[in-house]
């Protein structure tokens, strides 16, 4: 039987940069991405006994990690309100404003969409993981990990298409 030091080891060996991928992905922001993995180890680390063995443990540490990496989106989200009562301006300089703008509507679009859609094309379509891996990580079957990544689509391109016609 392995030690839980062992356990650990393989999985950052084996899963190190996938866990990684998945917290840019969530957070979009490379400085909090080592903060998010570090949290989410030490919370497996820390509830190891807890772990039942129904999933993979990789999978299991990675429902920790998108956890943690929605608890800093929204703990980012309260601090941009607190900013913004005080009028600080986030607006970025330099650059390709055009571009820029085009990926902030889009983050923004990813943003809105409910939980369950949001999780689902990280998952399912950004993160690298396998279809059955992500439905597992999700608590869903493969048919329905597609249909939700089918709804987040449609409801991407229909906030998109509703900006555009905003602007024009």
């Given amino acids: 039987m392995e030690t839980r030091e062992q356990v650990f080891e393989q999985l950052i060996k084996a899963k190190l940069g996938v866990l990684r991928g998945t917290a840019m992905r969530i957070l979009g922001s490379p400085a909090d991405v080592d903060d998010a993995v570090q949290e989410a180890l030490m919370t497996a680390w820390k509830k190891y006994d807890a772990f039942r063995g129904q999933s993979e443990f990789a999978t299991w540490v ?4 998108i956890n943690v990496c929605y608890d800093m989106v929204r703990d980012r ?29 889009l983050e923004q679009a990813v943003a809105r969409l409910p939980k369950l859609y949001r999780e689902s094309l990280s998952l399912g379509v950004l993160s690298g993981y396998s279809p059955d891996e ?7 079957s493969r048919n329905t990990l597609y249909q939700r990544i089918h709804k987040a689509k449609q409801l991407l391109a229909q906030s998109i298409r509703e900006v555009s016609y905003e602007e024009a």
Avoid: K
Wanted: charge should be negative.
């Fill in 62 to 65: 990675t429902r920790i990690l």
């Fill in 77 to 105: 989200a309260r601090e941009c309100d607190v900013l913004a009562d005080y009028g600080e301006s986030g607006v970025v300089s330099g650059g390709d404003a055009g571009e820029a703008r085009l990926m902030d509507r």
């Fill in 134 to 140: 992500a439905a597992a990580m999700l608590g869903c």
